[in-house]
Structures are given as structure tokens and as C-alpha cells.
């Protein structure tokens, strides 16, 4: 027995979940692993986040701890172990949104209606302690891209071209930051909602992945929902999704769309630069099987007026993902050493 398998059964023997069926289920793009634990009829979640890997389970007690006092579905948590990284929490079920809409597409707007719902509930609480989402941290987060997506198709990263971009984007971002500042859980997605329809109201929304959180912008977690990496969301049932943000919150709709197309520009950005180096650095060849939604929602940004001062700087420096492109990336995975 490994050493972290020997902590995790010290873990669920203090626990008493030690004579629990177990069974993994499916993790994310992180260092963290779940379990499906089952005992007398009842079931738990194990979330295994070993420190040795940069993981923390600070930030998702925290962030659990906001999200149920503003009445809403994050997980209970029953034990923790926060120094050896480990949880036992709530188990919420299977029904992630996009399994759901998967088998009953007649739920899909209602499903988003709830979910842009919970976010408007939740802008309306009080902003929590959180770090600054703003436009030199958005702008920083960005420049993922060049280390890796550029670098992966070009042969290096163009650093002048990176820092031209930076400073053109702080200052495009820039306005952004006057709008009163809310909880954005980043990764607020269809393979992160689960749909509970035994609860009532907002509590139908499951809430996971959260502990990311930070504080920025309204439209932030609408582009995260809307401009999905692993699903396409219809014009239509876009546009209405954000008129019903626009109309229940009171946001100036000229206003609320610019932010919502740079967001989502930013938010994509990133994610090329994210996915591509989950493939060549952690070897997970699947991300780039996304590229090419997420660079679908790129064009959309680039093609808004707002994104104008930026919009040839992105076109003269990243490649489009053709298939050729995107077959060399597979062939790069775990070839590429991380960045300085």
C-alpha cells in the first residue's frame, strides 16, 4: 500500500467510512480524485487533493462555506483532513446539466434559466473576502496562450508580441473593474451543475468546481455557461440567457454585452492556453479535442467592436487550429517542458 493510500484509510477509518464501497469517479483537469463511497444506503464523495501536488482544500471549505449561506446547493462537508488533503463530502449525484439535457433536450432552457438565476441570486449577496478578478490578473491569466498554444504551434512564444497584448488588454479590461465587483466560481459550466429536482428553487442547481472563486465581473460566469468548452449553446438560447441576466439585474445592456464579449474573449484565451498545456505537459491528449469550440467562441470575441484594440494582435500571432495543427499538438504530449 502507497503512502497516500495508507493515509486515505486512516482518513475514512477516523471517519467511519473505512467498510464503504468504493468506486472512482471522474475528476477534473486538476491533481485532485474522487470517490463514490457507499455504506449502509447511504453514499459520500472522497475527494482526494494531495498538497505534494499544489492542491489545497482551503479554498473549496471556504467558498462551500459562502455558497450555503446564500442558499444555495454546494455540498455538505462531513470530514476533513486539511493538512493531508483530504474531504468527505456530499454526494450530489450524477446529474451534471449537460448528461441531463443530453437525455431530455426539451430541459435545456429551463436548466439555464435556473442556473442564470443562481447567479443573479448570488451577485445580489454580499461580496465575500475573495482576490481581485481584475484586469492586470485577467490580462496575466491570458498570456497562458502565448507560453503555450503559441509556443506548441509556432516553435516559441513571441515575448514582445505577449507583452504588447498585455498591456493592450489591461487597458481594454480596464473599464471592467468600475463594475461592482461579485463571487465568479470560473469553472461555472454543464459538467459542473447538477440538477437536484427533489429541492426547491435556486437549491435545484448543484454547485461543484467552485474553488477557484474570485471576485470580478457580473457577466463573467454567464460567458463560463454560455461559451462552453465541451458543448455548444445555440445563438438563440444565448442571447436569451443573457437578456435575462440583462433584465433581472438592471445592467445597462450596451454596457453588460461589451463586458460580456471581452470576458468571454479573455475566458477563451485562457482556455487555449490552459487546455493545450494540459495535453503536452500532463499528457491529456482529450483537451485538444476541444480546440476547436473554443476557438469558435475566440472568432465570436474578435469579430465585437470592443475587441478592436487587441483583435489583429490575436490574428497575427496565433495560428487557427487547423487539423494539422491540432494532430501536432497530440503528438507533442509530455514532450514540452513547463515554461520559466
Not at 493510500?5 to 486538476?30: C, E, T
Request: charged share 25%; proline share 7%; aromatic share 8%.
Amino acid at each position: 500500500m502507497s503512502d497516500r493510500a495508507a493515509l486515505k484509510s486512516d482518513f475514512l477509518r477516523h471517519s467511519g467510512w473505512d467498510d464503504a464501497v468504493r468506486v472512482l469517479i471522474a475528476g477534473d483537469a486538476s491533481n485532485r480524485t474522487y470517490e463514490r463511497l457507499t455504506l449502509g444506503g447511504e453514499t459520500r464523495i472522497l475527494m482526494d487533493a494531495p498538497p505534494q501536488k499544489g492542491e489545497d482544500v482551503r479554498p473549496f471549505l471556504s467558498v462551500t462555506q459562502i455558497l450555503r449561506y446564500a442558499g444555495l446547493s454546494a455540498p455538505k462537508i462531513y470530514a476533513e483532513d486539511v493538512s493531508r488533503g483530504f474531504l468527505l463530502i456530499e454526494d450530489l449525484g450524477d446529474d451534471l446539466f449537460a448528461r441531463v439535457i443530453a437525455a431530455n433536450p426539451q430541459l435545456e432552457q429551463p436548466l439555464y434559466k435556473a442556473a442564470v438565476d443562481v447567479l443573479l441570486h448570488l451577485h445580489h449577496s454580499s461580496a465575500p473576502n475573495l482576490v481581485r478578478f481584475d484586469a492586470p490578473a485577467m490580462s496575466k491569466a491570458t498570456g497562458l496562450v502565448f507560453d503555450w498554444y503559441q509556443r506548441a504551434t509556432s516553435g516559441s512564444a513571441n515575448a514582445a508580441a505577449r507583452d504588447r497584448f498585455d498591456a493592450a488588454f489591461q487597458s481594454t479590461l480596464k473599464p471592467l473593474d468600475a463594475v461592482r465587483p461579485v463571487l465568479i466560481q470560473r469553472d461555472y459550466h454543464a459538467e459542473n451543475l447538477i440538477w437536484l429536482p427533489d429541492r426547491q428553487g435556486l437549491m435545484r442547481v448543484g454547485l461543484l468546481d467552485y474553488q477557484d472563486a474570485v471576485l470580478g465581473h457580473p457577466a463573467y460566469d454567464l460567458v463560463s455557461i454560455l461559451q462552453d468548452a465541451r458543448r455548444d449553446v445555440s445563438p438563440d438560447l444565448q442571447r436569451a440567457m443573457i437578456d435575462r441576466h440583462i433584465a433581472r439585474s438592471g445592467a445597462d445592456p450596451d454596457d453588460f454585452r461589451n463586458a460580456y464579449a471581452l470576458l468571454g474573449l479573455q475566458r477563451n484565451l485562457r482556455i487555449l492556453g490552459v487546455f493545450t498545456r494540459l495535453a503536452l505537459d500532463r499528457g491529456k491528449p482529450s483537451y485538444i479535442d476541444l480546440i476547436p469550440r473554443v476557438w469558435g467562441h475566440i472568432e465570436t470575441g474578435l469579430a465585437q467592436p470592443a475587441a478592436a484594440p487587441i483583435a489583429p494582435l490575436i490574428l497575427s500571432e496565433l495560428p487557427a487550429p487547423t487539423p494539422a495543427i491540432l494532430q501536432s499538438l497530440k503528438d507533442q504530449c509530455q514532450s514540452v517542458p513547463q515554461p520559466s
